[in-house]
T-cell receptor
Framework: DAGVIQSPRHEVTEMGQEVTLRCKPI?????LFWYRQTMMRGLELLIY????????DSGMPEDRFSAKMPNASFSTLKIQPSEPRDSAVYFC????????????FGPGTRLTVL | SQQGEEDPQALSIQEGENATMNCSYK?????LQWYRQNSGRGLVHLIL?????REKHSGRLRVTLDTSKKSSSLLITASRAADTASYFC???????????FGAGTRLFVKA
């Protein structure tokens, strides 16, 4: 299996621009997670999907952030408009069934907002 | 506040020594997992221990769980330079819906 695939691996953009991060979970996994990691705040859960339905989006920082999962093999995390404080590494992870199961992480997208 | 809190924040040891990291949490859990993160990489799952288990082994790893004290420890025996990484504990609530990661312990193993 290819594992969780994320794109792009690096993104540099200017403040105010729209940013779209993409994730392909492991085939057959029913849960998908988006995390953000910074030195200051550590690893934060942004949103959790189960069977393509958002279950917990309490970690989404504000309305500038949105996430979709149109089908079982694809998800996007969008930031519009982006701000310098959004600079972080964004990870996507998937698990076989629930949040309680082992989560498999992608390599992450390093986002820099200038 | 975070569910899992690791201790110590950083640990530096010599190759061959054992490394012990601790994790404390606040509420009842379904399970507790330990993950490793090498610099610049995604997290990799190491071991999962359920709330009704007290100890689990995997190779050079030993994990204990004390639900009465709401704490867990990860022991890496005979450490190697390749064990240098950050180690995170993650707790999942009793409903199995929410997993929260701690701040991590940075382990440095000197060759």
């Amino acid at each position: 299996d290819a594992g969780v695939i994320q794109s792009p691996r690096h993104e540099v953009t200017e403040m105010g621009q729209e940013v779209t991060l993409r994730c392909k979970p492991i085939s057959g996994h029913n849960s998908l997670f988006w995390y953000r990691q910074t030195m200051m705040r550590g690893l934060e859960l942004l949103i959790y999907f189960n069977n393509n339905v958002p279950i917990d989006d309490s970690g989404m920082p504000e309305d500038r952030f949105s996430a979709k999962m149109p089908n079982a093999s694809f998800s996007t995390l969008k930031i519009q408009p982006s701000e310098p404080r959004d600079s972080a590494v964004y990870f996507c992870a998937s698990s076989r069934d629930r949040a309680a199961d082992t989560q498999y992480f992608g390599p992450g997208t390093r986002l820099t907002v200038l | 506040s975070q569910q899992g809190e690791e201790d110590p924040q950083a640990l530096s040891i010599q190759e061959g020594e054992n490394a012990t990291m601790n994790c404390s949490y606040k509420t009842s859990i379904n399970n507790l997992q330990w993950y490793r993160q090498n610099s610049g990489r995604g997290l990799v799952h190491l071991i999962l221990i359920r709330s009704n288990e007290r100890e689990k082994h995997s190779g050079r790893l030993r994990v204990t769980l004390d639900t009465s004290k709401k704490s867990s420890s990860l022991l890496i025996t005979a450490s190697r330079a390749a064990d240098t990484a950050s180690y995170f504990c993650a707790t999942t609530d009793t409903g199995g819906f929410k997993t929260i990661f701690g701040a991590g312990t940075r382990l440095f193993v000197k060759a």
